[in-house]
């Protein structure tokens, strides 16, 4: 681990800001075990992200990276790629920064299916600025804008990627790194939209609320409530209620936008000429 920390950690910027047994620091090391054992070169990998917990990660690795405005990380990702297509381009959000004000620019980059990889870290609740509820937020959970409990039905994240035109879309936990580090690896060498959804956890502003209240009890809940697609074809409807699938869901071969936006140049170069 020393060496994955001198190589892509930048170490003046800690103590980290994280609260005790906030999952964000193990979204973090999934993401350095995975971009080293793909033997990328730091120097062309960019990560982009937001306004959040977690888009603090961007202060943390020693990559190139762009902490940007609230829900905007994907607008800022999508001119970077176009500019420096070369460049490996992953996108760092929270629930609330990709589903809420970002949700708009998440739909429109898997429509495209532009060549970015999005890591969402779901920890279901607006953690840093009070606990209010997000759109991903489970349906009857308590947030301090939902004292007695959401009634908004939540996003499923991975049927919104699914649909709206992504090549790539995986769910973990951060229970379950090992798989995590696995999706996360298929996903930065996945041509086109590529997206890894992780359920995170905040024992101070979602576990609190609702009566999850350590850190060791929030992990407890996560191991509880994954099952995967083979165990969930044989739960009850019933059974199912406040239960996530956890693995791959899509993996399929597309032209990524670069690809499309490169060969439409060269048309209009080629009309040019004629």
């Known amino acids: ?10 170490k003046e910027m800690f103590p980290h800001i994280w609260c005790p047994g906030c999952g964000n620091g193990v979204v973090l090391g999934a993401i350095i075990r995975a971009i080293d054992d793909l033997k990328w070169d730091k120097n062309r990998i960019a990560m982009v992200s937001g306004i959040g917990c977690s888009s603090r990660i961007t202060g943390y690795v020693d990559f190139c990276t762009m902490n ?3 829900g905007r990380a994907i607008p800022f990702a999508t001119g970077l790629k176009m500019a420096k297509p070369d460049m490996q381009v992953i996108v760092v959000m929270g629930d609330g920064d990709c589903s809420a004000i970002g949700g708009n620019h998440f739909i429109h ?3 495209r299916n532009l060549n970015l990889t999005a890591i969402i ?27 007695y409990g959401n009634i908004d039905q939540s996003f499923d994240l991975v049927k919104l990627a699914m649909a709206a035109g992504a090549s790539y879309v995986a769910r973990s936990t951060v229970y379950h790194i090992r798989q995590s580090i696995s ?13 890894v959804e992780i359920i995170s ?25 994954a099952v995967s697609s083979k ?41 040019e000429v004629r």
């Open 1 to 10: 681990m020393k060496n994955l920390i001198d190589r892509y950690i930048r």
């Open 68 to 70: 940007t405005t609230h």
């Open 109 to 111: 980059a898997a429509r």
């Open 121 to 147: 870290i779901n920890n279901m609740i607006y953690g840093m600025t009070g606990g209010q509820f997000s759109p991903l937020t489970p349906t009857h959970r308590i947030g301090t804008t939902a004292p």
């Open 183 to 195: 999706l996360i690896k298929k996903a930065l060498n996945k041509k086109g939209f590529s997206v």
């Open 201 to 225: 956890s905040c024992p101070i502003s979602y576990g609190r609320l609702n009566k999850i209240r350590t850190p060791v009890d929030m992990m407890n809940w996560l191991k509880d409530i």
């Open 231 to 271: 165990a969930w074809e044989n739960l009850s409807p019933q059974q199912r209620e406040e239960k996530l699938i956890i693995g791959e869901f899509l993996d399929v071969d597309k032209p990524d936008y670069c690809a499309l936006y490169t060969q439409l140049l060269e048309k209009a170069r080629e009309e």
